[in-house]
């Protein structure tokens, strides 16, 4: 069955970097889109990143363009979000998800999650 383990969270001050992984298994993921989502307390999950992992082609939503990057390690089935000049608006639960690539729109498998809190 496929798994997503996301790792990497903490606190971090303002203006400090952290760099999420998530390990999926499972499955062959040559053919399948990965994302980042994240869930502030009291908001809706919202999108962050995405890859998709034959092309190494990614989209971000606006906020976090130029201060995260998205990539992947097809050696370890693993994908990254290196995230830097974190905002307090940063904080929120980080989840890693997948789909395969044909198929636009939600995403199938999610990981649990990793709390990531930026101190003012």
């Known amino acids: 069955q496929v798994q997503l383990v996301e790792s990497g969270g903490g606190l971090v001050q303002t203006g400090g970097s952290l760099r999420l992984s998530c390990a999926a298994s499972g499955r062959a993921f040559d053919t399948y889109t990965m994302a980042w989502f994240r869930q502030a307390p009291g908001n809706v999950r919202e999108f962050v990143a995405s890859?998709?992992?034959?092309?190494?082609?990614?989209y971000y939503t606006n906020s976090v363009k130029g201060r995260f990057t998205i990539s992947s390690d097809n050696t370890k089935n693993t994908v990254y979000l290196q995230m830097n000049s974190l905002k307090p608006e940063d904080t929120a639960v980080y989840y890693c998800a997948a789909r395969p690539t044909v198929v636009v729109g939600s995403y199938n498998y999610w990981g649990q999650g990793t709390q990531v809190t930026v101190s003012s």
């Open positions: 890859i998709i992992w034959r092309t190494g082609f990614t």
